[in-house]
């Protein structure tokens, strides 16, 4: 009992299946750069139109492989007649790769971060809550992107409760203050 199948489709599928392996290869061993340094042509931008997905390499990749695994298999173990196997392995090649565009765009996207950079913190006013004094640290309130933050401050001069302080340094979890100049005062 021999496999019936049409040999230009079965091509078909085995040169999707090759070209998706190798494509998928090819990025996995390449890196974050190969394809396209990441970035998808509707990568980012929330309003794209839908058809953008169609210019992804991420989306024809996964389709793909995907339409030429399912239509090998379902051809090969004599699954489903030409025309079956053709439907069903079109239908898991789009929905493979809208699915694996989707799912891997949406884990790669950058949220808001509550996490502050030295950059943010230094050079901006605050005032002493608890005054440091020598090795002893003290605590100084700060206003950061329109949130009110206190900070573990240590200070090399003498500083009293209510101060105006200037942030000269951040190490991620404590600030160095210096008494702030009159003119930044409030």
């Known amino acids: ?4 199948y049409n040999q230009s ?4 599928y085995l040169v999707a299946l090759v070209v998706g392996v190798s494509v998928l290869g090819v990025q ?3 890196g974050h750069d190969a394809d396209g340094g990441g970035h998808d042509a509707s990568h980012g931008d929330h309003d794209a139109p839908p058809w953008a997905l169609l210019l992804s390499m991420r989306f024809w990749s996964f389709g ?3 339409f030429g695994l399912a239509g090998t298999l379902l051809t090969l173990f004599g699954l ?3 025309t079956a196997s053709l439907i069903v392995s079109g ?3 789009v929905g493979a790769g809208v699915g694996a565009t989707t799912v891997i765009r949406r884990m790669t996207q950058k949220g808001p971060s509550s996490q ?5 913190v230094v050079g901006k006013i605050g005032r002493v809550l608890v005054a440091p004094g ?8 700060v206003e950061l992107r329109g949130q009110i933050v206190d900070y573990v401050a240590a200070s090399t001069e003498p500083l009293a409760e209510n101060d105006v302080v200037v942030i000269d340094e951040f190490d991620g979890s404590e600030v160095k203050v210096t008494k702030a100049p009159k003119e930044l005062e409030p």
């Open 1 to 4: 009992m021999g496999v019936c």
């Open 64 to 66: 793909f492989l995907a």
């Open 80 to 82: 489903a007649g030409a």
């Open 28 to 30: 996995a061993f390449a």
């Open 9 to 12: 489709v079965f091509a078909l």
């Open 116 to 120: 502050v950079l030295p950059t943010e």
């Open 91 to 93: 239908v898991l090649g």
């Open 134 to 141: 020598g090795s002893a640290r003290g605590k100084i309130r």
